[in-house]
Antibody, heavy 118, light 107 residues
Framework: VYLVESGGGLVKPGGSLRLSCAAS????????MNWVRQAPGKGLEWVSS????????YYIDSVRGRFTISRDDARHSLYLQMNSLRAGDTAVYYC????????????WGQGIPVTVSS | EIVLTQFPATLSLSPGERATLSCRAS??????LAWYQQKPGQAPRLLIY???NRATGIPARFSGSGSGTDFTLTISSLEPEDFAVYYC?????????FGQGTKVEIK
């Protein structure tokens, strides 16, 4: 399993970013996929999850209405569109698979930093 | 939201010693608990899922137990590479939440 995140960087408050996660080494279409973040020096926070065939999509309250998770099974890719970004969204964002079961992050990407600052 | 409380916050031990880490849930989560290890500058790694099942490739010195609200991760004999931060995580109810972490440091 190989997961590579991209699209992070520095953005001003109120701005937008689109994170991508390129996946390989497994049958992407059959896995639930996730975004988990970690603010600098802090613990882990499960941001969003999307099931196979996009049947179920979850967001934590603090990002609902601002972030959109999506997947392209043909491209073996996961996305996170982040709008109206706030300083509190500053974190390393990890893409993770749920191969064992929904809600278990069994493989992780290396993470991509997102900094929201003026 | 289900709150997971990990204790102790820091565990100072020597290589070869046994480590016992605890995680308590604010309500019953059955066995829907996982444990992760994270080293500085690295992504987390899944160790245990469903409270007691070792993930693929995880050494037998790692074991998990518990159900309901109280859970334990045991490292039977610490190897130098085991010094890290450990997080528990529940998937009983969305939002899936993590504990605040236990740092296992070299004494």
């Amino acid at each position: 399993v190989y997961l590579v995140e991209s699209g992070g960087g520095l953005v001003k408050p109120g701005g937008s970013l689109r994170l991508s996660c390129a996946a390989s080494g497994f049958t992407f279409s059959t896995y639930s996929m996730n975004w988990v973040r970690q603010a600098p020096g802090k613990g882990l926070e499960w941001v969003s999850s999307i099931s196979s065939r996009s049947e179920y999509i979850y967001y934590i309250d603090s990002v609902r209405g601002r972030f959109t998770i999506s997947r392209d099974d043909a491209r073996h890719s996961l996305y996170l569109q982040m709008n109206s970004l706030r300083a509190g969204d500053t974190a390393v964002y990890y893409c993770a698979t749920s191969g064992y079961s929904h809600g278990i992050a069994d493989n992780w990407g290396q993470g991509i930093p997102v900094t929201v600052s003026s | 939201e289900i709150v997971l409380t990990q204790f102790p916050a820091t565990l100072s031990l020597s290589p070869g010693e046994r480590a016992t880490l605890s995680c308590r849930a604010s309500q019953s989560i059955s066995s829907y608990l996982a444990w992760y290890q994270q080293k500085p500058g690295q992504a987390p790694r899944l160790l245990i899922y469903e409270a007691s099942n070792r993930a693929t490739g995880i050494p037998a010195r790692f074991s998990g137990s518990g159900s309901g609200t109280d859970f334990t991760l045991t490292i039977s004999s610490l190897e130098p590479e085991d010094f890290a931060v450990y997080y528990c995580q529940q998937r009983s109810k969305w939002p899936w939440t993590f504990g605040q972490g236990t740092k296992v440091e070299i004494k």
